[in-house]
């Protein structure tokens, strides 16, 4: 098992930037898995925003925030982190992270975290 734990999420005005990070515990090792963040905003559907491999080599970005966030690993300190910058109202959801298989879908992660709200004000 992996538990996973999502900080750093709040309140944050447009063009603003925040950084979430997600910290790993657990019996498995944490560099054995990809990582990813996604978000879900209320009455739509989770999304991904963006993954990265175990070794943090390799990322991936939906489109819509691609220039803007980014996605990174530290595996001595079992951590996820996602750098958001030049946030806007769409941003506005709740981030989860997840532990898996490095790709795009839900159902390629195992463990997802319970997730941190970000909110973005105009």
């Known amino acids: 098992q992996v538990q996973l734990v999502e900080s750093g999420g709040g309140l944050v005005q447009v063009g603003g930037s925040l950084r979430l990070s997600c910290a790993a515990s657990?019996?498995?090792?944490?560099?054995?898995?990809?990582m990813g963040w996604f978000r879900q905003a209320p009455g739509k559907e989770r999304e991904f925003v963006a993954a990265?491999?175990?070794?943090?080599?390799?990322?991936g970005y939906t489109d819509s925030v691609k220039g803007r966030f980014t996605i990174s690993r530290d595996n001595a300190k079992n951590t996820v982190y996602l750098q958001m910058n030049a946030l806007k109202p769409e941003d506005t959801a709740v981030y989860y992270c997840a532990a898996g298989r490095y790709g795009n879908s839900p159902g390629e992660y195992y463990y997802w975290g319970q997730g941190t709200q970000v909110t973005v004000s105009s």
């Open positions: 990265t491999t175990w070794s943090g080599g390799s990322t």
């Open positions: 657990g019996r498995r090792t944490f560099s054995n898995y990809a």
